[in-house]
């Protein structure tokens, strides 16, 4: 059997179009090769942008008159909260910071308040020891001048048994001289009587 040639819509539709393709497609290039399409092109762009800006404000005047934000008064808003966003992270570090020397001012002032109330201790306990060295010295001072009284009393007593006995000894050495001349006196008168039995 011989095989027969089967009509395949699909290959007969690529190759109308790979024809139509390659001949269309030299005439477009062609045209849009050309000066005239450039300007055409360019004041259609042109046209299309003064329809745009028309319609832009058009609508922004109706946006407008209904109280409705217009997409630049959105992007507006978006930088303005895009700037306080910035503001406040900018306001939590500076918060972060204080925070931070507070912690470290309030930690040196717990340190500071220790070493003040072991200073008051120090304090309490130094002048603990003043009032007994005070004490002391007025025990001390009370002792010397209680000595001193004593030592004048017993310097006095000892004086006045010293005048005493100086006064003994200058009434016995004043009766010795007496004592002596009435002595001599008497052999005197007995060398008289010897004197003449002598002769």
């Known amino acids: 059997m011989e095989q027969q040639k089967v009509f395949d819509p699909f290959q007969a539709w690529k190759d109308v179009y790979d024809k139509t393709e390659s001949y269309w497609g030299?005439?477009?290039?062609?045209?849009?090769?050309?000066?005239?399409?450039?300007?055409?092109?360019?004041?259609?762009?042109?046209?299309?942008?003064?329809?745009q800006q028309a319609v832009n404000e058009v609508t922004?005047?109706?946006?407008?008159?209904?109280?409705?934000?217009?997409?630049?008064?959105?992007?507006?808003?978006?930088?303005?909260?895009?700037?306080?966003?910035?503001?406040?992270?900018?306001?939590?570090?500076?918060?972060?910071?204080?925070?931070?020397?507070?912690?470290?001012?309030?930690?040196?002032?717990?340190a500071l308040k220790k070493d003040v109330t072991k200073l008051k201790s120090d304090v309490k306990s130094l002048d603990k020891k003043l009032d007994k060295v005070l004490s002391l010295l007025e025990g001390q001072q009370k002792t010397q001048d209680e000595l001193k009284e004593t030592?004048?009393?017993?310097?006095?007593?000892?004086?006045?048994?010293?005048?005493?006995q100086l006064l003994e000894k200058q009434e016995k050495l004043?009766?010795?001289?007496?004592?002596?001349?009435?002595?001599?006196?008497?052999?005197?008168?007995?060398q008289k009587t010897e004197q003449p039995a002598r002769k």
């Not at 997409?71 to 931070?100: M, P, T, W, Y």
């Not at 004043?174 to 007995?190: G, L, M």
Request: proline share 3%; net charge negative.
């Open 60 to 110: 922004g005047r109706y946006l407008h008159q209904v109280n409705v934000p217009t997409k630049e008064d959105v992007a507006n808003v978006a930088s303005l909260v895009i700037n306080v966003e910035e503001k406040v992270e900018l306001l939590e570090e500076q918060f972060d910071d204080r925070f931070d020397e507070l912690e470290a001012q309030q930690e040196s002032a717990s």
């Open 151 to 164: 030592i004048q009393q017993q310097i006095k007593t000892q004086g006045e048994q010293l005048q005493a």
């Open 174 to 190: 004043a009766e010795k001289p007496k004592a002596e001349a009435k002595s001599e006196a008497k052999p005197s008168s007995a």
């Open 26 to 51: 030299k005439v477009i290039g062609d045209n849009m090769n050309r000066e005239e399409f450039s300007q055409l092109m360019g004041n259609v762009l042109n046209m299309n942008l003064q329809y």
